[in-house]
């Protein structure tokens, strides 16, 4: 260990990167802890180590038992690392490995949910402490299958919302007149946030007087394709976007994403939060929802959603996108 302090006192960030992917290999954890201390102190020195510090918990989340992979863990995505450290150890470790070992009810709630995702039933679980998100300890049966993330020691992979059953058709542009209502919108542009905040993107949200054609004619100017969507692709989409980052942002995580979507479904629904699983069923049962685009594939990151609502003669629509650097040059 003598070697790593030298390491740490020099600043040696690739040294640093090698020895803890030794560590790794040798499964050495109680000496990977270790490390992470030392860096910690020499942050609190002033020595810019918050990258490796920060690789360090994401590895221990990863590759170490849960007892090790539990004490790290957070709801907030660290700045360096490419996802929430709840979702990377709920990709690596049953609930049983880490339940025992999580704390904090808020931590719990977060990696019970990506267990969730990943096909564990918890319900009735007081581990889990589902009042913090206020959602099924299951996937329930009217759901889609959700875009889970990947994770590796260097990289995520990230799965896309499926391709929906009916394609996209040409449809004249008729802006409808908008309506005020800050509460939906607010709750669409949510979904998006680190696109916009932590990236390069753009987004705007619409409800109008009308139907979906007349709120994504708002939205768009020149072509105009639009082609159905079932509630559960619907979902689907909303929830992929709300755990994503955008191109630069940080990702939020499928735990997030899910709560990001139920609420939003909820609102556009015009239900009470919490809804029950039944009552958001039957809620969203009355609305018809759309994607749409401006003739041609989006690059890059998009989420290009509409509702309408036949029998209360209203309509809404998100567009948002979110490019690479080198895109936008």
């Known amino acids: 260990m003598e070697n790593l302090g030298s390491l740490v006192e020099a600043g040696d960030l690739n040294g640093l990167l090698r020895a803890v992917d030794g560590l790794c290999q040798r499964r050495a954890w109680d000496d990977l802890v270790d490390l992470a201390d030392r860096c910690e102190d020499a942050i609190e020195r002033g020595k810019q180590l918050w990258p490796i510090a920060g690789h360090i918990d994401y590895r221990l989340a990863l590759e170490a038992p849960g007892e090790y992979a539990a004490d790290v863990l957070d709801s907030i995505t660290p700045r360096f690392s490419v996802g929430p450290l709840t979702e990377v150890a709920a990709f690596a470790h049953t609930w049983e490995e880490l339940a025992t070992h999580i704390n904090s009810p808020h931590v719990a709630a977060y990696v019970a949910q990506e267990r969730v995702l990943r096909g564990e039933d918890l319900t009735g679980d007081i581990q889990a402490h589902p009042e913090v998100l206020d959602l099924p300890l299951r996937v329930e049966p009217w759901e889609p299958v959700y875009p889970l993330a990947s994770y590796r020691s260097t990289f995520v992979e990230v799965a896309e ?163 690479v650097q080198e895109d936008i040059v």
């Open 161 to 323: 919302p499926w391709e929906p059953r009916a394609g996209l058709a040409e449809v004249a542009s008729l802006p409808a007149g908008e309506i005020d209502d800050p509460e939906l919108t607010a709750a669409w542009l949510d979904l998006v946030s680190p696109w916009l905040t932590e990236s390069n993107g753009a987004a705007r949200a619409v409800v109008v007087d009308g139907d979906a054609v007349g709120a994504v004619s708002a939205l768009t100017i020149g072509a105009l394709r639009l082609g159905p969507l079932e509630t559960a692709e619907a979902v689907q989409r909303m929830a992929w976007a709300g755990a994503s980052g955008g191109a630069h942002g940080r990702r939020r995580g499928a735990a997030l994403g899910r709560s990001l979507a139920w609420y939003t479904a909820g609102v556009t629904a015009s239900t009470e939060w919490p809804v029950a699983s039944d009552a958001l069923e039957d809620a969203l049962g009355s609305l018809r929802w759309y994607r749409f685009d401006e003739g041609a594939p989006d690059e890059g990151w998009a989420l290009r959603l509409a509702v309408e609502d036949p029998a209360e003669g209203w309509a809404a629509a998100l567009a948002a996108t979110d490019l």
